[in-house]
């Protein structure tokens, strides 16, 4: 009976570090796992067969011309689409398709959208504090007081984002780029795992350009970061391994020179 | 400290809502004041009758600040709030109609004569309690809390918003009023409940209960306000706005929106069926046309034409509409109707901040 005991080569489980459903699991080193993800719309379709792997701690780019699929990858990712078929999971044992897009979100995934979204009736600070990491309940919030802790956070991401002077101002207010650099730092204040970035330098100068490049690559290593942009000198700036898509599935992967002279790709960008 | 945090309640950085605030606590102790130092042959003296004119207008003004918190931070225009304020009086009348005892026309002490009339020989379940008191009181918050908390569990669940939710609010409203109109559902039927004798053992019709009702009335509002400004002061009160602003965006910070949502609506709900329970002694009657869907429009036309989101918006908006509605109906019934609604459609066109977006541009052009 006791004989798997004698086994001296086994891994036992109760060896193992203990994996609770519904923790993050990324012992096999992948944070993202995308497997066969179709979506269409009126027959449409947006993402058809897609897979995509993304490795904990990774900064990857994604590309694609219009309408390939890209928003609506990170979409399906958190829960604001569900895919016809296919599976999405974070890390081993979380099943992203059983989650709703609250209960994506606090699990560590989170977002900045294409369109710049902001609560433009509240100031900055207050951007910031909604979005901090915390217990998001209606009951705590009434009671929820900043402490100095809170608001040595607030103020350190308010200086990496650059609008420390514009702490109180409404975010309305704000030029596009600033509300870009805002909802990076919301990104920030919810300390997140996997941080979605669906084209954070449109309407940017180019010294913003910059500073968002620096700003992505310090994060590297912190965060997993997929960044979704158009703007290829940028991407080529912070990309260690570029994706493609292309008509809803991924056409190619690789560092920015291999993608770049892939024929394929060319034939894609060219006949756009 | 102490103080630092009671000032920081009182004293707002918009110096109307100070105006509108300092104005309520002046009236609730003017009007008593005057009525206990002039005789009542005095001009000065107001009659028992306008205490309680006065005190249905704090009434509404505090039906038009939970509408407030539900549609100007929460952007949920709500059609069907009236049947939270009914709910609420209907508690009050079915304490108030248990006070009547034998001195009803059929002279039962336990069944009020509607029951009599309708031949019932018991009172029905739901009856029971409504003598007392302690029963009554947080009936009066937890019969409108319980049907807000279990429809907007409901809708806002299923993601249910825009026209259609509001559609759905009116239609819960006149499905009560039809319910309500039926005597078999033992509320009296088209009549409602009237006759009250008393409360809490005094003469509902004496000057002192009227001048205290009154005075309730406006602690109520002022209490209310205080409230609801504190919350909006809250994280709570932010995310209730980013709601409104942007609902999709708060789901992917991680916030349930539909909790939030409840939580709002659940409260201002009781907050109206507050106002609901002190209006109904105060006019004598509480009658199934409460629950019509034109009562609660009217409440969003206060709203509008006072100012959402400001809180003291509602409250101007209500008093006036009703002072204005007290003084056309006197003169012109046929009117009214036309009258509040060309208000409405002028005011949306043309302030579509209200009068307290007006006041606060005044103000600001005259800093400029
Ligand atoms: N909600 C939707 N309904 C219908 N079609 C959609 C919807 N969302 C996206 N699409 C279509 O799916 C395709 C992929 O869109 P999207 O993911 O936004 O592309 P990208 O972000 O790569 O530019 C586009 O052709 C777009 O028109
Ligand atoms: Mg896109």
């Known amino acids: 009976m006791n004989k798997p005991l004698m086994d001296r080569y086994k891994t036992f489980d109760f060896v193992r570090k203990p994996v609770k459903p519904g923790e993050l699991d990324v012992s096999h080193k992948t944070i993202l796992y995308l497997e066969d993800v179709s979506v269409s719309f009126d027959g449409f379709k947006a993402l058809n067969n897609l897979s995509l792997y993304i490795d904990n701690g990774e900064l990857r780019c994604l590309i694609g011309p219009n309408g390939a699929g890209k928003t609506t990858l990170m979409d399906v990712i958190t829960g604001k689409t569900k895919p016809d078929s296919g599976s999405v999971f974070f890390g081993q044992t979380i099943d992203l398709l059983e989650m709703d897009e609250p209960a994506i979100a606090q699990a560590g995934i989170c977002r900045k959208f294409q369109k710049p979204s902001v609560f433009e009736n509240l100031s900055v600070f207050e951007n910031l504090e909604l979005a901090m990491k915390a217990d998001k309940g209606a009951w705590p919030a009434l009671f929820a007081r900043l402490n100095g802790e809170h608001r040595d956070r607030i103020e350190e991401v308010l200086t990496t984002i650059g609008l420390t002077e514009h702490s109180a101002q409404q975010a309305g207010i704000l030029s596009h780029g600033q509300k870009q650099w805002l909802e990076i730092g919301m990104l920030l204040m919810q300390e997140p795992k996997v941080m979605l970035v669906d084209e954070p330098v449109a309407g940017m100068t180019h010294q913003e350009i910059d500073r968002t490049a620096e700003l992505l690559l310090s994060l590297q290593g912190k965060h997993s970061i997929v960044v979704v942009e158009h703007d290829m000198e940028f991407v080529r700036s912070i990309a260690r391994k570029v994706t493609v898509l292309h008509e809803g599935s991924v056409l190619t992967e690789g560092t920015m020179d291999e993608v770049q002279n892939d024929p394929r790709v060319i034939q894609v960008y060219l006949g756009d | ?368």
């Open chain 2, 1 to 368: 400290m102490k103080s630092l945090f009671l000032g920081s309640l009182f004293f707002s950085n918009d110096k109307t809502a100070n105006v509108v605030l300092f104005s309520l606590i002046a009236l609730i102790v003017l009007v008593p004041l005057c009525n206990a130092i002039f005789p009542s042959a005095s001009a000065l003296h107001f009659s028992a009758y306008t205490v309680s004119l006065l005190g249905k207008y704090l009434t509404f003004a505090l039906l038009g600040l939970s509408l407030d918190l539900v549609w100007g931070y929460c952007g949920i225009l709500a059609l069907g709030h009236g049947a939270f304020f009914a709910l609420g009086g209907y508690s009050m009348g079915m304490y108030l109609m248990r006070q009547i005892g034998e001195r009803g026309v059929y002279g039962d002490p336990v069944l009020p004569d509607f029951m009599v009339f309708l031949d019932w020989k018991e009172l029905p379940w739901y009856w029971y309690g409504f003598d007392q008191f302690w029963f009554a009181l947080p009936m009066v918050f937890l019969a409108p809390g319980v049907l807000a908390f279990v429809f907007g569990w409901l809708a806002f669940r299923s993601r249910v918003t825009g026209v259609y939710l509001s559609i759905i609010t009116q239609a819960l409203t006149y499905a009560l009023m039809l319910a309500f109109f039926r005597n078999e559902m033992g509320f009296g039927g088209n009549n409602g409940l009237t006759d009250f004798k008393d409360i809490l053992g005094f003469n509902i019709q004496s000057e002192a209960v009227r001048v205290a009702l009154f005075m309730i009335s406006g602690l109520a509002l002022i209490g209310a306000f205080l409230l609801s400004r504190w919350i909006s002061c809250t994280k709570l009160g932010r995310v209730v706005t980013a709601v409104r602003d942007h609902e999709a965006r708060v789901r992917f910070l991680g916030y349930r929106v539909e909790m939030f949502k409840l939580w709002i609506f659940v409260f201002a709900a009781m907050l109206a069926g507050l106002a609901g329970a002190l209006y109904v002694p105060q006019v004598g009657i509480i009658n199934p046309s409460e629950f019509s869907p034109l009562n609660s429009l009217e409440i969003v036309v206060w709203v509008a034409i006072g100012g959402r989101g400001t809180l003291y918006g509602a409250i101007i908006g209500a008093m006036l509409v009703n002072y204005g509605k007290t003084v056309l109906t006197g003169l012109l019934p046929e009117i009214w109707l036309f009258t509040l609604g060309a208000t409405f459609v002028l005011v949306t066109v043309f302030m579509p901040n209200g009068l307290a977006g007006l006041l606060l541009k005044k103000r600001e052009e005259m800093h400029t």
